[in-house]
């Protein structure tokens, strides 16, 4: 009866070192699972006791390194050997995509809204232009006035500068006139 009990003990092992075998697989495409449990033992060899089982991407430090076994420390604490070529230096493919697709999910939220930003800034440009191109009718239309009125006063101008000259011209006139006349009086009364 003992060997009934020890077949069902080693499948609940089995099941629980592999949990990906309980799944049932279904016919069509499928893929191989990075879920993998590695054994952390108490010693170096297979035929050692189970201490903890590790799973990919799980941060360890190396204590003692060897070819074949290392001592390893795990994050909650304990400490066993696990086989060397488990071990890696660089986070497994699977940690790389989720840190990937996390930096990508933050890149396509920034996008979107870079995008309504450069929408926005697109409709503020278009908007600016009208003005100018309104604007620029405008301040043409105050620079042919402006222009116009220029012209007008320097006109003006010249003609104030040619009478404010015949005016001058005429009292320095008026002036040698009365001048002579004066002197030639005075002359005849002498």
């Known amino acids: 009866m003992k060997a009934p009990y020890f077949f ?11 949990p990906g075998y309980a799944r049932a697989v279904q016919p069509g495409p499928a893929y191989i699972s990075d879920t993998i449990k590695i054994t952390m033992r108490t010693g170096q060899g297979m035929d050692n006791k189970i201490v903890s089982l590790l799973t990919v991407g799980q941060a360890i430090e190396v204590l003692e390194p060897g070819d074949e076994w290392s001592l390893i420390r795990a994050a909650n604490g304990k400490e066993g050997w696990i086989l060397s ?4 230096t660089t986070p497994p493919n699977s ?13 396509s939220e920034q996008c979107a809204g ?9 409709s503020e440009n278009a908007s600016l232009q ?4 309104a604007g620029s009718d405008e301040t043409r239309a105050q ?5 116009r009125e220029n012209r007008l006063l320097r006109d003006s101008l010249g003609h104030r500068f040619i009478k ?15 001048g002579y ?7 005849r009364l002498y």
Do not use: D, H, P, Y
């Open 143 to 147: 620079i042919e006035n402006l222009t």
């Open 85 to 88: 070529s488990f071990i890696s």
């Open 95 to 107: 940690m790389v995509l989720k840190q990937v697709e996390t930096r990508m999910a933050a890149l």
């Open 181 to 187: 006349q004066s002197r030639r009086e005075r002359s």
């Open 114 to 122: 870079l995008e309504a930003e450069n929408a926005r800034l697109a």
């Open 8 to 18: 069902l003990a080693i499948v609940v092992s089995l099941l629980v070192v592999f």
């Open 130 to 133: 009208e003005r100018l191109a």
């Open 164 to 178: 404010w000259f015949l005016a001058g011209a005429g009292v320095l006139l008026a002036g040698f006139f009365i």
